[in-house]
């Protein structure tokens, strides 16, 4: 399916008559006209106005159909990580929420970002321990299994498709496979087990209302190793902040996430936990965007260079971590 043929018009006016049945039946009762406000291949959002706020539904693609069961579980679970979530619909992908706000990227810059981090990264991690143990129900909705012992082979199973990168980049990947395998080892040992990965958490993906930051967009996630969240968000925080990512002021953000963990392991062994599952957090990436390429049409051609651009992220990644 391409960006041309989704979404189906035909499936997206049964969904926007069913959020419309909902929100009636939830005492908003639309007050306008239903506007597609963000589409990608993989998803689409509609603005719902109502009398009192806006309400927003999403389709989801497919591949990304365990999204309205995740945010179901985190809004169960933690409602206060999550936007208000009205209703998913019983069979198909799609969910109905309310107002959560404004992004982060569009509230906070600077230092205030980077603090803003700093409280919502402990109460993210809470989250995930709470999930530790749990993995059986969090891969019911559909989320990806990508356990650190499932995890060498998904990306082999990349590198074995020609038509997902260069031969070179391919060949520069699996000559550091022995050592990505090394490091899962290593950090399934660490003892902390597979939990919620967000896998896409950055400010784009945060809401904030009256003070308050919630989580969203849930397409990316999977079942891994809790630490490899990291990855995305240092990266993007940094860059936000224009700091290394190992600068002392994003470490701090690392050692405000890793504290609700210290019931688990000592400081020190959650730090070299934390920088293997920062250099593997690069892999999930390439397994979503691989999906993606493979099962909606269009989006390989329209973007030919990508998968390239993430493999290299994934050496310099393995690279930096340097021997075991």
């Known amino acids: 399916m391409s960006l041309a043929h989704w979404p189906d018009p035909r499936r997206a006016a049964e969904a926007q008559a069913w959020a419309r049945d909902v929100a009636r039946g939830a005492g908003q009762a639309p007050t306008g006209e239903i506007e597609l406000v963000h589409l990608r291949p993989w998803s689409a959002v509609y603005r719902i106005p109502t009398p009192s706020s806006v309400l927003y539904l999403k389709l989801c693609h497919a591949m990304q159909s365990h999204e309205p069961a995740l945010t179901q579980l985190v809004s169960r679970e933690f409602p206060s990580l999550s936007p208000p979530l009205l209703a998913r619909h019983p069979t198909e992908p799609w969910m109905l929420m309310g107002d959560g ?17 700093a409280r919502l990264l402990p109460r993210y991690a ?4 709470a999930l530790v143990g749990h993995e059986a129900e969090l891969r019911a909705t559909g989320a990806p299994d990508r356990r650190l012992e499932r995890l060498p082979d998904l ?5 074995d498709d020609e038509r997902s990168a260069p031969a070179d980049v391919r060949r520069e990947v699996r000559a550091l496979l022995p050592a990505i395998v090394r490091t899962c080892a290593e950090l399934v040992a660490s003892g902390i087990g597979p939990s919620l ?34 990855t995305v968000t240092l ?15 994003v470490l701090r953000l690392r050692d405000a996430y890793l504290e609700p963990w210290t019931a ?14 920062v250099a593997l957090g690069t892999i999930p990436g390439t397994l979503v965007w691989h999906r993606i390429t493979t099962e909606i049409e ?26 075991a």
């Open 101 to 117: 706000g404004v992004r982060l990227r569009e509230a906070l810059s600077g230092t205030a970002l980077l603090d803003a981090w």
């Open 126 to 129: 809470e989250l995930q321990r």
């Open 155 to 159: 990306l082999r199973r990349i590198l």
């Open 197 to 230: 990965d967000h896998a896409d958490l950055h400010q784009h993906n945060v809401l904030v209302r009256d003070g308050r930051a919630a989580i969203f967009d849930w397409g990316d996630a999977g079942v891994t190793h809790p630490f490899l969240s990291l």
């Open 235 to 249: 990266s993007f925080a940094a860059q936000a902040a224009g700091l290394a990512v190992d600068a002392p002021a």
């Open 264 to 277: 688990f392991e000592p400081r020190p062994a959650l730090e070299r936990a934390a920088d293997l599952a």
């Open 298 to 323: 269009g989006v390989r051609e329209g973007s030919p260079e990508e998968m390239a651009t993430i493999l290299g992220r994934v050496c310099a990644a393995i690279e930096r971590l340097g021997p």
